[in-house]
Each structure stands twice: as structure tokens, then as C-alpha cells.
């Protein structure tokens, strides 16, 4: 019998997380041949991903430049991937979320008549410069895309507002969660030891993220002098940001928060310790999508310093808050979480809206129950 030949395309930090789990569900089925293709949009945060899930991408594009623009990764995974596909000729390609390899990867297969799956389908802000450029890339591949997979039923919804025929969107849950339970566990032991020197439990300890293109700038910079303030009021504080490498973001990190008592910059850490040290912390402050899904399913209160999301389901909940760019309201949300017992125990919610950790594996199977059909 032929094989149902998948080409898993991605990019970054975050999709190499959330597809790494469902690689791997492809490469245990025998009905299916799996290739991965990395575009290298990251490299070194990339790299980190592959080597905590064992991944040995079949092709690698290595397209990464320093500052680059959104002009360059879309030229380069355009070009980059087309001599793949020709050579490949896959029956369909899989892309994850809203980057800029998803929106492109998408685009490529289509000028050559190949069938697109969208992984994490239907998140709408329904702003399309927040987050930028996500909220386009992602409605870009929906447009794209023969197959949807929508972690929720809200995300569901969204697809069918847009026109997409309900035939093709199966709701999978988010792999996110594959992904998270496979590294969460008690008693972890960090790789990086300066980790294991800090006080979980007699400090407060926030773990922090932040790095969209559109927080760049004035909003980043009224982030971290609210950091700056919290952290000077409170000994009982400790802050731990793993600085993420883009340059843009790590010039103004370092000089706002640099010098700060109680604030560690460190370098982005590997998805174990990254995902143990959420668990342990008291709350966490991010700008990110990812951390958005996984913290709600660890119990973990989390302010989303941003002006609004396409993760409604754990603000619905109580376990997310979005507070905005403004300083003092910053400044106001993080005190009540700190020092109002209340106000804490009602947000830290171990919910679940996001997965059990069978999104993989209800992905393989719509797609091998569907593919004739398209
Ligand atoms: C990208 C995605 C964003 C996603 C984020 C996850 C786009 C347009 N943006 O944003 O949706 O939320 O990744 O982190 O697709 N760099 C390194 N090494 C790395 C990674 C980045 O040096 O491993 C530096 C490079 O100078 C690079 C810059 O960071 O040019 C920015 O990377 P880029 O992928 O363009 O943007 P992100 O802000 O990371
Ligand atoms: N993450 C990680 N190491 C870090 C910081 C984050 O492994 O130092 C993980 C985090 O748990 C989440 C993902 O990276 O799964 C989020 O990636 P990022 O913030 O780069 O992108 P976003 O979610 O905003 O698209």
C-alpha cells in the first residue's frame, strides 16, 4: 500500500515545540512516510527544540539573518522551500500557527497545487496589527488550507464566520499540550543551575517573557520599568526572564532591566527547564501565545502584558488576565496578585481548555480518515 507522504514544515521556537510532539506521532504510523522541513526562521532557539525531542529535520533552509525583516524570511522560505517540494512532490504539507514560515510555507505548496493542513487554525484577534504580523499570516493560511485544525471550539467558530466549510476543521485540542506534559514533572532538577539556587518557596517568584514586534519599543520599554518598580517595592520578589535573542528585544531588556536587584536576565533556556520553571513559580507575566495555553493547564496566574488575545478560553476561566502596555496598570495587576491572597486564589485555576494531550494523535487521524476526500 502507498503511503500518505506529510511534509511537516517549521520554523521557530514555538511551532518546533507544538509540532515536535505530532513529528513524532507521524513517524510511529505505518500508513504515513514523514519528512520535516525547518526553515531556520530561529536558529539557535530552533536548534534548542530539536535536540530535547530528538528531531532530525530532512531539510534545513537555514534562512536566518540578524534583524531580519518580515520581507526576508518570506523570500527566503519561498525560494528556500520550492526546490523541496518539487523534489518531494508530498501529498500534503503541514504548517503550525502564524508566523512567517507558516504564512509562506502555505503559499509555496499552493503555487504548486500541494494540499495544506493548518495545525492551530482559527486564533483571531480580529485586529489585524495585534499581534503583527500573526493575526494576517494566520487568516493568510486559512485561506490557504485544505485541512484545519482547531484546538477549540471558539477557534472552530471563527473558521466558520470566515466561510471555511466545517467539513474540513476537526477540533483537536492544542499539541501544546502534548508537548508540555511529556517535560512537566515533580521534583525537577533545572539544567541550568542557577535555577536550582533560587528560594521557590519562601520568594515570590514571577517567570517572564516578552518579545512581539509590536510591544518593541515604547510599550516594551513601560513593561520593564514596571518590572523595575515591583520588584523595587517587594524583597520578597524574583523575576526570572529569559531574555529571548532578538536583538531588538535584548537591547532594550538589558539596559531597562540590567542592573535590577531581584531581575535575572538569563539566556533563553532549553523547553524542560523552561516549562519546570512555570510550574514552580508563583505567577507569570509574558507577552507570549505559547505561555498563554501552557500556564493555565499548571495551575499558574498570568498577566498578558498585551491589549488583547486570541486565547479567550483561559481569560473566560479566570486563570488570564490581559493588562495592557501601560506602566501603572502593569504596576496595579501584579501588586494584587502578589499581596491580595483572594485575588490570587482565584486565578490560580489548573484548567484545561487547550488539550489533554491527544492532540497528535486526533491529527493523524483526520488527516488520514479526510485526505481522499479533498
Ligand atoms: C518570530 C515570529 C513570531 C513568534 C516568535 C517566537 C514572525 C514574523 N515572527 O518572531 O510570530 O511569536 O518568532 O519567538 O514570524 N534570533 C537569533 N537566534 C534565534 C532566534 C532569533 O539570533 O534563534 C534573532 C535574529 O537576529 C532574528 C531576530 O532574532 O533576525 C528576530 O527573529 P524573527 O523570527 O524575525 O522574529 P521573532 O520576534 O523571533
Ligand atoms: N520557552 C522555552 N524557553 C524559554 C522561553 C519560552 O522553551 O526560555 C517556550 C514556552 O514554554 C512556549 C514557547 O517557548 O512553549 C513560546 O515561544 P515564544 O515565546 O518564542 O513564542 P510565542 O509563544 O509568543 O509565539
Redo the contacts with the bound molecule.
Keep these: 500500500m502507498k503511503k500518505l507522504k506529510v511534509l511537516t514544515v517549521f520554523g521557530?521556537?514555538?511551532e518546533a515545540?507544538k509540532m515536535a510532539p505530532l513529528v513524532k506521532a507521524l513517524e510511529k504510523n505505518d500508513q504515513i512516510q514523514s519528512i520535516v522541513c525547518v526553515t531556520a526562521q530561529h536558529r539557535e532557539?530552533l536548534d534548542m527544540v530539536l535536540r530535547i525531542f530528538e528531531i532530525k529535520p530532512d531539510y534545513d533552509l537555514n534562512i536566518m539573518k540578524n534583524r531580519q525583516s518580515l520581507s526576508d524570511i518570506t523570500v527566503g522560505v519561498l525560494k528556500g522551500i520550492e526546490e523541496v517540494l518539487n523534489k518531494e512532490e508530498p501529498d500534503i504539507i503541514l504548517v503550525h500557527g502564524d508566523t512567517s514560515t507558516t504564512f509562506t510555507a502555505a503559499l509555496a505548496a499552493f503555487y504548486q497545487k500541494i494540499k495544506v493542513g493548518h495545525v492551530e487554525a482559527g486564533l483571531r484577534t480580529g485586529n489585524m496589527y495585534s499581534p503583527y504580523p500573526e493575526e494576517i499570516n494566520r487568516k493568510l493560511t486559512a485561506t490557504l488550507a485544505n485541512l484545519h485544525f482547531a484546538p477549540t471550539e471558539e477557534n472552530y467558530k471563527n473558521l466558520i464566520n470566515e466561510g471555511i466549510d466545517g467539513k474540513n476543521i476537526f477540533i483537536t485540542g492544542n499539541t501544546?499540550i502534548d508537548a508540555l506534559l511529556q517535560v512537566v514533572k515533580p521534583n525537577y532538577f533545572f539544567k541550568v543551575d542557577e535555577l536550582n539556587k533560587i528560594d521557590f518557596v519562601n520568594k515570590k517568584v514571577i517567570a517572564m517573557?516578552c518579545?512581539?514586534r509590536e510591544n518593541q519599543g515604547k510599550p516594551m520599554e513601560d513593561i520593564f520599568e514596571a518590572i523595575k518598580e515591583v520588584v523595587a517595592a517587594d524583597e520578597s520578589v524574583e523575576v526570572i526572564y529569559?531574555v529571548?535573542l532578538s536583538p531588538a528585544v535584548r537591547e532594550i531588556a538589558f539596559r531597562v532591566l540590567g542592573d535590577v536587584k531581584g531581575v535575572h536576565l538569563i539566556e533563553?533556556?532549553?523547553?524542560e527547564d523552561?516549562?519546570n520553571l512555570?510550574n514552580k513559580a508563583y505567577m507569570i507575566i509574558t507577552d507570549?501565545?505559547?505561555?498563554q495555553e501552557?500556564a493555565p493547564s499548571l495551575g499558574k496566574p498570568i498577566l498578558v502584558v498585551r491589549t488583547e488575545t486570541e486565547r479567550p478560553e483561559a481569560v473566560a476561566a479566570g486563570t488570564v488576565r490581559v493588562v495592557g502596555v501601560n506602566k501603572e496598570n502593569i504596576v496595579k495587576e501584579t501588586r494584587k496578585l502578589l499581596q491580595d491572597n483572594h485575588e490570587y486564589n482565584q486565578m490560580a485555576n489548573a484548567i484545561n481548555p487547550y488539550g489533554d494531550g491527544r492532540s497528535s494523535e486526533r491529527i493523524v487521524k483526520a488527516l488520514l480518515d479526510n485526505i481522499g476526500i479533498l
Design positions: 521557530t521556537r514555538p515545540i532557539m501544546v517573557t518579545h512581539r529569559p529571548h533563553p533556556l532549553e523547553y523552561f516549562a512555570m507570549s501565545g505559547g505561555l501552557e
